[in-house]
């Protein structure tokens, strides 16, 4: 997979947008789907959060490549590895997943990378309905020499 290149501009905005999302959704989502989850693999530090699309700017999106809809939802994952003086980095990992809704209408997950400057995010985007739960099942491999890692979770949206 080759990582999209943008200026120190655009990732400002997507970094400030992110923080922005995140700040949102821990304010109205339970506390069993917290906005930002993350999981401890290792050396491996795996972030995913995922929400609305409607939440980024349209500008902040069309920048990207992304789309926006009330009917999109968005997730995003960032690997950092966990460095020898305590520091982390981010690193690349083959990404893939499913979700799926409670009546099992699954959609396969794709993911764009965004590489910027000290950053590398993962951005896989897919559909949903009203009120609707949707289960993601995700394996995030950062080392291509050992087994994927597992990650799954539930999550319920909501149209604007």
């Known amino acids: 997979m080759q990582a999209l290149s ?22 109205t989502v339970s506390a069993t789907a917290s906005a930002e989850q993350m999981v401890t693999q290792g050396d491996y530090m795996i972030h995913y959060n995922a929400f609305n699309s409607s939440f ?30 305590g520091s982390t980095k981010p690193v690349s990992a083959l990404i893939s997943g499913d979700v799926t809704n409670l009546i ?26 009203d009120d609707q739960v949707l289960r993601f099942d995700l394996q995030v491999q950062p080392d291509p020499n050992m087994p994927a890692y597992t990650i799954k979770f539930e999550q319920r949206f909501y149209i604007d």
């Open 6 to 27: 943008v200026t120190h501009g655009f990732f400002s905005k997507l970094s400030a947008t992110l923080v922005m999302v995140a700040a949102l959704l821990s304010a």
């Open 56 to 85: 980024i700017q349209p500008d902040v999106a069309a920048s990207y490549g992304l789309q926006r809809g009330k009917t999109k939802g968005m997730l995003n994952i960032s690997v950092l590895q966990k460095q020898a003086d």
């Open 104 to 129: 099992a209408q699954k959609q396969t997950l794709t993911f764009k990378p965004i590489k910027e400057t000290g950053a590398l995010y993962y951005i896989g985007e897919f559909g949903f309905t």
